[in-house]
């Protein structure tokens, strides 16, 4: 090097060398320092939607102090509404997205007065059915301060009274405008109001054949179709909403680091 280059051009090479060295070690610890922003973020993002997801549950634990039978309808909804996914055909991922929409489908009844939650929809005079049909839409903000990975079950928990007839509410949706998701969240919300939806409560046989007489109508016939099939699969425990799957859950948490798909865990 120095009989060819001499020694101030060898100098030069060494010191360009040394730089380049430099200013790779300076790129490593970047993207190191990068990395672990990134993983923080992530950290801090986790934090956040596992605390709104276990914010919105203790709103309903809230509700069922005006209304014992929320927490309980919340749980069989969410317990039906997944099995019905899952028949349907959703894969593991949005079927446990669909159960959290279930479960949190009525969130948007906290903060209404008592006398509002306690009385059928029919005996509320306009005022009442106004706040009450308010709901979804005050449930779909909920959901949706979980983060942007629930921005599709904000939606479906926004549209769970539309009818595929257009006499749904709010947004008078009909037929394909209803995601599927939200489908399954209308038969098996009208299957749980009847089954345990106090005063209203009736046998298992009626509410089968009132989803029956509302499909092709209200709602979605295939869907009514392939949720009568699961039932007929579970046990008379199952057409009940009884039995341990059917607890209310006391958590919120995501299922594997990252995955962004919630847990629930049942006390």
């Known amino acids: 090097m120095l009989a060819v ?3 101030a051009a060898s100098l030069v090479l060494f ?3 040394f730089g380049a060295l430099t200013s790779l070690h300076l790129i490593w610890h970047r993207q190191k320092e990068n990395e672990a922003l990134r993983a923080e973020n992530r950290r801090l993002r986790e934090s956040l939607k596992t605390s709104n997801l276990t914010f919105a549950l203790q709103l309903v634990r809230l509700l069922g102090e005006e ?3 929320i927490p309980a309808r919340a749980a069989a909804a969410a317990v039906y509404a ?3 996914a899952r028949r349907l055909g959703l894969d593991a991922e949005r079927a446990e997205k669909v159960r959290l929409a279930a479960l949190l489908r009525d969130v948007g009844l906290a903060g209404l007065p008592g006398e509002v939650l306690g009385a059928p929809l029919e005996r509320l005079n306009p005022l009442g059915r106004r706040l009450y049909r308010g709901h979804p839409v005050r ?3 909920v959901l949706a301060a979980a983060g942007p990975e629930f921005e599709e079950a904000a939606k479906w928990v926004r549209w769970h009274h539309e009818r595929v007839d257009g006499t ?3 947004d008078r949706l009909r037929a394909e405008w209803i995601p ?7 038969v098996a919300d009208a299957y749980v109001e009847r089954i345990l939806g106090g005063a209203g409560e009736t046998a298992a046989p009626e509410a089968r054949r009132a989803l029956a007489d509302a ?3 209200a709602l979605d016939g295939n869907v009514v179709r392939a949720f009568l099939s699961v039932l007929d699969a579970g046990g008379e425990d199952y057409v009940r909403a009884a039995g341990e799957r059917f607890a209310f859950p006391d958590d919120a948490r995501p299922e594997t680091p990252g995955s962004g798909v919630p847990q629930l865990r049942v006390v």
């Open 215 to 217: 499909a092709g109508g």
């Open 82 to 84: 997944a099995d019905l």
């Open 67 to 69: 209304d014992g039978t």
């Open 15 to 17: 010191a360009g060398g």
């Open 168 to 170: 749904g509410y709010p």
């Open 5 to 7: 280059f001499g020694p």
């Open 139 to 141: 449930g779909e903000q």
């Open 180 to 186: 599927l998701e939200a489908r399954i969240l209308a």
